[in-house]
């Protein structure tokens, strides 16, 4: 099947401090991001914050222009499309944010939060209020809800509400940056498993930004793993997770508990020596390479390119050493 979108070599450099030579040297937050999703498939994409994976879903809904490579919605670069052009496109992909509250307009009632991509769109008043009473009820919420402010709802529901506008225009994509990171442990499978069902009936696709790969386990069909602005594994989320070939995915998938306590007991843990590096100055080589407990020489002087890990399968992984 064709892909939904298609990301190719996609960059953003933000202008750096200036140096002693009064030059500007860049910072890559994102540097060479190639990935595809397909039509109604779910795509996690992880790394600890700072890795660039916001920044890599801002530029996949153009709310952040890149400064390399391009974006293609079913076959037509959206990368430098013009705001009016994009318009129409507008509906096909929107955004699902990490702290509700703050995408929330207090100023606005529920039924005008919920409305407004509606009315953007020119849909008729009457057909409006039909929607916005259908999405309260697809996520959750009830027709009383509707004149009532963001304040009075807890963050579990004030993000049923962000989810609920993100759906409003039935797009093909939505970009979940971390959005059940702010919620209560209690309360994320409960978000997690209505964008499943979601999912389900509506047939969207989504781009689901975590930091930790036990959020996007269950509801991921394939798992993109960042570090440093680049994608180090990429492949099904099966393969992925049963057998990481990255030693950044492995300590990745170290840290999620296991549901079988003698299991969880037998597990080794790999500790990751130090944070993540910083975007303005990475190391040479692999930029993994100073916490990497299976670092070589190599590593130091030559970067790894992303490839695949077996002829005969998809899952890619950029590591000289890889597992399996
Ligand atoms: Fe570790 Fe070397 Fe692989 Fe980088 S290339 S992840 S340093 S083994
Ligand atoms: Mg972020």
Same mark, same amino acid.
Do not use: W
């Given at each position: 099947?064709?892909p939904?979108l298609?990301?190719?070599?996609?960059?953003?450099?933000?202008?750096?401090?200036?140096?002693v030579?009064?030059? $500007? +040297?860049?910072?890559? =937050?994102? @540097?060479? #991001?190639?990935?595809? &999703?397909r039509?109604?498939?779910t !795509?996690g994409?992880?790394?600890?914050?700072?890795?660039?994976?916001s920044?890599?879903?801002?530029?996949?809904?153009?709310?952040?222009?890149?400064?390399?490579?391009r974006v293609?919605?079913?076959?037509?670069?959206?990368?430098?499309?013009?705001?009016?052009?994009?318009?129409p496109?507008?509906?096909?992909?929107?955004?699902?944010?990490?702290?509700?509250?703050?995408?929330?307009?207090?100023?606005?009632?529920?039924?005008?939060?919920?409305?407004?991509?509606? $009315? +953007?769109?020119?849909? =008729?008043? @009457?057909? #409006?209020?039909r929607? &916005?009473?259908?999405?309260?009820? !697809?996520?959750g919420?009830?027709?009383?809800?509707?004149?009532?402010y963001?304040?009075?709802?807890?963050g579990g529901?004030?993000?049923?509400?962000g989810?609920?506008?993100?759906?409003?225009?039935?797009?093909e994509?939505?970009?979940?940056?971390?959005p059940?990171?702010?919620?209560?442990?209690?309360?994320?499978?409960?978000?997690v498993?209505?964008?499943?069902?979601?999912?389900?009936?509506?047939?969207?696709?989504?781009?689901?930004?975590?930091?930790?790969?036990?959020?996007?386990?269950?509801?991921?069909?394939? #798992?993109a793993?960042?570090?440093?602005?680049?994608?180090?594994?990429?492949g099904?989320?099966?393969?992925v997770?049963?057998?990481?070939?990255?030693?950044?995915?492995?300590?990745?998938?170290?840290?999620?508990?296991?549901?079988?306590?003698?299991?969880?007991?037998?597990?080794?843990?790999?500790?990751?020596?130090?944070?993540?590096?910083?975007?303005a100055?990475?190391?040479s080589?692999?930029?993994?390479?100073?916490?990497?407990?299976?670092?070589?020489?190599?590593?130091?002087t030559e970067?790894?390119?992303?490839?695949?890990?077996?002829?005969?399968?998809?899952?890619?992984?950029?590591?000289?050493?890889?597992?399996?």
């Amino acid at each position: 099947e064709a892909p939904l979108l298609s990301v190719q070599d996609l960059g953003m450099t933000f202008p750096g401090p200036r140096g002693v030579l009064s030059r $500007r +040297a860049g910072i890559k =937050a994102v @540097d060479g #991001v190639t990935f595809d &999703v397909r039509p109604g498939e779910t !795509l996690g994409l992880v790394g600890e914050s700072g890795c660039g994976k916001s920044t890599t879903g801002r530029m996949l809904v153009r709310l952040l222009d890149p400064t390399a490579g391009r974006v293609s919605f079913r076959g037509a670069d959206i990368t430098r499309t013009g705001q009016r052009e994009l318009r129409p496109l507008r509906s096909k992909f929107q955004m699902i944010f990490q702290d509700p509250f703050a995408s929330l307009n207090p100023r606005q009632t529920v039924q005008q939060i919920i409305a407004a991509p509606l $009315r +953007a769109q020119g849909v =008729a008043p @009457d057909a #409006v209020r039909r929607e &916005v009473r259908d999405l309260v009820g !697809l996520v959750g919420l009830a027709p009383e809800h509707l004149e009532r402010y963001p304040h009075q709802f807890s963050g579990g529901q004030a993000q049923r509400i962000g989810i609920a506008r993100a759906l409003a225009t039935r797009p093909e994509l939505v970009v979940a940056d971390e959005p059940v990171s702010a919620l209560d442990v209690s309360i994320q499978a409960q978000i997690v498993g209505l964008m499943e069902r979601l999912q389900r009936e509506l047939g969207v696709a989504y781009v689901f930004i975590a930091h930790d790969l036990a959020v996007v386990k269950h509801i991921s069909h394939r #798992v993109a793993v960042m570090y440093l602005g680049r994608i180090v594994e990429i492949g099904g989320k099966d393969e992925v997770y049963a057998d990481p070939a990255h030693p950044y995915t492995k300590a990745l998938l170290s840290a999620v508990p296991l549901p079988d306590p003698a299991a969880e007991r037998a597990r080794e843990r790999i500790v990751l020596l130090g944070d993540p590096p910083s975007p303005a100055n990475p190391p040479s080589g692999c930029t993994f390479h100073p916490r990497c407990p299976k670092a070589q020489p190599v590593c130091s002087t030559e970067r790894p390119l992303l490839r695949l890990t077996a002829p005969s399968g998809t899952r890619q992984a950029a590591c000289h050493f890889p597992e399996a």
